[in-house]
């Protein structure tokens, strides 16, 4: 995408500086989004994003300006601000070029951008039409699609120089569910690093319904009574309870700062034994997957914790410098606004023995999760909350009465040692999850666990 | 390319190409942020960034496009795209481009900002940063201590002759502490946003989040209960921004608000009066007009507990009848224009922190909550959020409290206000509280 010369000299007049470590990232991306509301098109946007983002590394320090002015002259004035708040001992050399070579991990069958958007527009009046119809109580619906083409380029002093094509398409539809006071909405947004074939793979009307099945379900619920009970969350989404409570204390991006929970416990034992987390950035065609990392890393396979072991970190290039540890290819970036850092990709509770109708018969009283919306958590302090959008109370070991307004709330440390069973039907479910380098695809998964106790919030 | 010329050079192609009117929107900035850890700087940002976002009349029909290459062969992209967008919009939804009107004076660049070198900034930062980790002796390391400054400028062109821009900067230092007792972790963060360096108080900055994260030490939990609650200026405005949209038009219209039909009547207790004010001198999101050109205004939304105005846009005030109050905003260059906020806040009443607490006697005094984006419904009004801050027992702070959650409804919540305090704060989003006194909340503790 940039030409060699201007690659070099960018990068030769960042080393000029003084920086052990200098880094070009450049993108590309072709974005199409379509959103249909109550059976009409809302909006159709279609653009360009396209600019570059130099990176110096001085020691433990780093150094990050972005552009849109890709010029020769703009790439190297940048690179050379950089002195004005770090500079070097002495000027390092350029590496020989390496040009990467990755195996394609997400073979696409239909580029989304060669796909006339009235065929997409069809999907989304199908997927609208079949949640109104569910019920007469459905008064509004939302269904959206959307398509990525991300070019990237990648070249460092290092020698490095990579490119990769990332495309990603994905599908949303919500439901709004209406009586005379209450308003219950029901939502499903599923995705991967696929094309068109997308919608082969799904069937948006199945999906549409079962967004319309939550929201009249919800709307018929009492409030969820509140106090501290078992909890059994279900595959799928319900991952976002990892995700959140353990997934970003994880990341390097905590841990190199000292403001983790688990900083220090690599080889302990953190979680319950039966809980086996996995950061697999390699799934073909996962939401979260790519060839590389936004560094130029090759993604892997990252076991997190094992039988309740920590065995590892989410690490990027520099927080790698600062805590002495070798990239673990997952230093990621929502676009060329942002310094890349260590991050998420596709992450998941594994299975475990219990069947899910173990699990519920297992528990005499509490609250089943069967679906979760999103949550938060401060890695500082491990506390997280999280909102159930579909539940259910546990009776005597049988799903019983649909509650709404639940919200779990806790430590991610006490939670993951009181997960005491987890099943075999893992599933796993898109989000964007959002840190400091910015808004990113990544899959949450697990399959049904068993919470022995949590907090729970709620008004009834 | 220079910025106008590009503007033009599209507009004038698209109506060669059969647009019968157009507009470009031009957004531009920079930015510089500096991280410190441990008397280091440990991150630089230095950027700068600018696009253009396209939209256009094709045969009766709205389309849009964006790009940030600004460079001609993107022309013929925005205009290609932007035409096969349109004909998937209904006619009826065509937005009309907007000519111009009188624009308020507006001040919102200081170049003496960017005139303070990179090293008397960095200087400021580390004043910050050390002040917040000597301001109390259970401070053990610092989460974030952060500086920054930001340029934005926009320009709007269009076919039917508006030509019109602003420019706008601000600075701002951003610092976390991270209070430590034994295994307990608490933190605490303050910020400063302004438009001149001389306001800018490193020190004071800094020790009020090393206080706030110490306070928090030694918390608990509370019995689950019923309490009265003064939510603090934080706590306040971070809901308040959680609901912010159940008072735009577009929101009421297409049913996501129940404040349809509410216009006069009693929505709040009538010691709420809430603006939303684009002209709010050194107000972070004063504008001189919106994305659509319209001028910026000062509107009592909630006036003594009456609902007076919603906000809107140009298409969603055409659909009630009104004007637009000057709400149409694009969140970036991709996004279409909808409604948003400008200065958003809850006028201050008279009562001090000391009197709100006074009153009620006993309950909770809420600092903070957390998990917004997943805990509420914006539709119902519902949320249920974990929160902490410290309990209250005949007026005075005994301890403070962690591990709870606070469930309510918004609409309910602001008919509840029993009392406004005089502390008003503006969050780093331009939306803003006092203090307030709720009659009652339910919280689940143990």
Known sequence: ?460 | MEKKAFQKQIINQALKQGFSDCEVFYLGGESFEILLMEGEVSNYENSSEAGVSFRGTYKGRTGYAFSEHLEEESIGFLIEAAKENSLLMSAEEREDLFGGEEYPEFHGYYPELEQVCVEKRIQLAKRMEEAALNGAESIASLDYCVLGMGKREVAIVNSLGLDISYTKNFASGYVSAIARNGEETKKGSAFWKGTDWADFNPEETGRKAARRGAALLGAGTVDSGTYAAVLDGKAMTSLLASFSGIFFGENVQKGFSLLKDKLGDKVAASCVTLRDDALLEGGYASVPFDSEGVAGKNKAVIDKGCLKTLLYNRKSAKMDGVASTGNGFKAGLTAPVKTACTNFYIQKGEKTLEELLGQMGNGLYITDFMGLHAGTNAVSGDFSLSAEGFLVEKGRITRPVEQITIAGNFYALLLDILSVGVDLYFAAGAKGSPSVLVGKIAVAGK
Request: aromatic share 6%; net charge positive.
């Open chain 1, 1 to 460: 995408m940039l030409k060699k010369n201007v690659v070099e000299n960018t990068v030769l007049a960042a080393l000029g500086t003084g920086a052990d470590f200098a880094e070009i990232y450049m993108e590309e991306t072709k974005r199409n989004t379509l959103s249909v509301v109550n059976g009409r098109v809302e909006s159709a946007q279609s653009g360009l994003d396209y600019g570059v983002g130099i990176r110096l590394f001085f020691g433990n320090k780093a150094i990050y300006g972005f552009t849109n002015d890709t010029s020769e002259k703009n790439l190297i004035r940048i690179a050379r601000e950089a002195a004005a708040a770090a500079r070097g001992e002495r000027v390092y050399a350029l590496q020989g070029w390496r040009k990467m070579n990755f195996s394609c991990r997400n073979p696409i069958r239909i580029m989304p951008d060669e796909v006339e958007k009235r065929k997409k527009a069809e999907k989304l009046f199908l997927a609208s039409e079949a949640a109104k119809n569910y019920s007469s109580l459905i008064t509004q619906t939302r269904a959206n699609c959307l398509d990525v083409v991300q070019n990237v380029f990648i070249a460092n002093s290092e020698g490095l120089w990579a490119e990769e094509q990332r495309v990603r398409s994905r599908f949303n539809v919500e439901a709004i569910a209406s009586s005379a006071t209450e308003k219950q909405s029901g939502h499903l947004g599923p995705g991967g690093s696929v094309g068109f074939e997308l919608y082969e793979q799904i069937d948006v009307e199945e999906r549409a319904r079962e967004a319309a099945r939550i929201a009249v379900t919800m709307l018929g619920a009492k409030p969820c009574p509140a106090g501290r009970m078992p909890v059994v969350i279900e595959n799928g989404f319900g991952g976002v309870i990892f995700h959140e409570a353990c997934g970003h204390s994880l990341e390097a991006t905590a841990v190199a700062r000292n403001a983790s929970v688990f900083c220090g416990k690599m080889g302990q034992q953190i979680a319950s034994s039966v809980v086996t987390a996995i950061d697999d950035g390699t799934i073909p065609n996962g939401w979260g997957s790519a060839a590389m990392d936004d560094e130029g890393t090759p993604t892997q396979r990252n076991v997190l914790i094992e039988n309740g072991v920590l065995r590892s970190y989410l690490v990027d290039k520099l927080n790698g410098r600062r805590m002495g540890a070798k990239s673990t290819g997952s230093s990621r970036r929502e676009s060329y606004r942002f310094a890349p850092t260590s991050r998420m990709t596709n992450t998941f509770i594994d299975n475990g023995k219990s069947t899910p109708t173990e699990i519920l018969g297992n528990t005499e009283f509490g609250l089943y999760a069967k679906q979760m919306g999103g949550g938060s958590v401060d890695p500082a302090t491990g506390s997280f909350n999280f909102a159930v959008l579909e539940g259910y109370m546990i009776r005597d070991g049988k799903i019983a009465e649909p509650v709404r307004g639940a919200t779990l709330i806790g430590k991610g440390t006490e939670v993951l040692q009181k997960i005491d069973m987890v099943g075999n039907n893992l599933a796993r479910a898109q989000g964007m999850c959002g840190s400091i380098s910015g808004s990113i695809p990544t899959d949450v998964g697990q399959p049904m666990i068993r919470v022995k106790e949590i907090t729970v919030g709620g008004r009834g």
